[in-house]
């Protein structure tokens, strides 16, 4: 059964490559719900599949009357997504996504950095509106995740966590061809 499966997405797959005309540019997208960060990158669009990879780096710095806290956080994203046209230049989207992060927090006045690296596959869906010829509005919401994150602390375990509808990532892309 598996090599059936797998079989049929070759072959759905090497369908969409031989007659694929895919189009290149660069994306940008804010995760409302997820840390609220912006993030950059590049995307492959065609009729049937889009694939995006984004860089996100934000650093923050809180200071108060006890002491200073500078954090600092670092994201990657590497996602795909099915399309089906639904006419009008609107188009549903359905896929997944693969995000690492590192987030760094400097404590001034102690002796350690507190570092949290965190991996997580979502299942993602979406919409995504044609606004012209080279421009692509796209919204959508991880529908399912699974989480790890992992601390550099002594005596800390890794903690698993499985979020349901976390937040929406609002993204416009701005295709060169």
Same mark, same amino acid.
């Given at each position: 059964?598996?090599?059936? @499966?797998?079989a049929?997405? %070759?072959a759905?797959l090497?369908?969409?490559?031989?007659?694929? /005309?895919?189009? *290149? #540019?660069g !994306?940008?997208?804010y995760?409302v719900?997820q840390?609220?960060r912006?993030?950059?990158?590049?995307?492959?669009?065609?009729?049937m599949?889009?694939a995006?990879?984004? @860089?996100?780096?934000?650093? %923050?710095?809180?200071?108060?009357?006890?002491s200073?806290?500078e /954090?600092t956080? *670092? #994201?990657? !994203?590497?996602a795909?997504?099915?399309?089906?046209?639904?006419?009008?230049?609107n188009?549903?989207?359905?896929?997944?996504g693969?995000?690492?992060?590192?987030?760094?927090t400097?404590?001034?006045?102690?002796a350690?950095?507190?570092?949290?690296?965190?991996?997580?596959?979502e299942?993602?869906?979406g919409?995504?509106?044609?606004?012209s010829?080279n421009?692509?509005l796209t919204v959508e919401?991880?529908?399912?995740?699974i989480?790890?994150?992992?601390?550099?602390?002594?005596?800390t375990?890794?903690q698993?966590?499985?979020?349901?509808?976390?937040?929406?990532?609002?993204?416009?892309?701005?295709?060169i061809?």
């Amino acid at each position: 059964m598996k090599k059936l @499966i797998l079989a049929a997405v %070759v072959a759905v797959l090497a369908a969409t490559a031989v007659s694929a /005309t895919p189009r *290149f #540019g660069g !994306t940008t997208k804010y995760n409302v719900g997820q840390g609220s960060r912006p993030a950059v990158g590049i995307a492959l669009e065609e009729e049937m599949f889009n694939a995006t990879l984004t @860089i996100s780096n934000d650093k %923050v710095t809180n200071v108060s009357f006890q002491s200073n806290q500078e /954090t600092t956080d *670092f #994201g990657l !994203t590497v996602a795909g997504n099915y399309k089906h046209q639904l006419g009008g230049g609107n188009t549903l989207l359905a896929g997944l996504g693969f995000t690492s992060t590192k987030n760094t927090t400097d404590l001034t006045g102690t002796a350690s950095d507190v570092e949290l690296t965190s991996t997580g596959i979502e299942v993602n869906v979406g919409v995504q509106k044609e606004l012209s010829d080279n421009v692509l509005l796209t919204v959508e919401s991880p529908l399912v995740g699974i989480w790890t994150t992992k601390s550099d602390q002594a005596n800390t375990e890794d903690q698993k966590s499985t979020k349901i509808i976390d937040g929406v990532k609002v993204g416009f892309t701005f295709l060169i061809n």
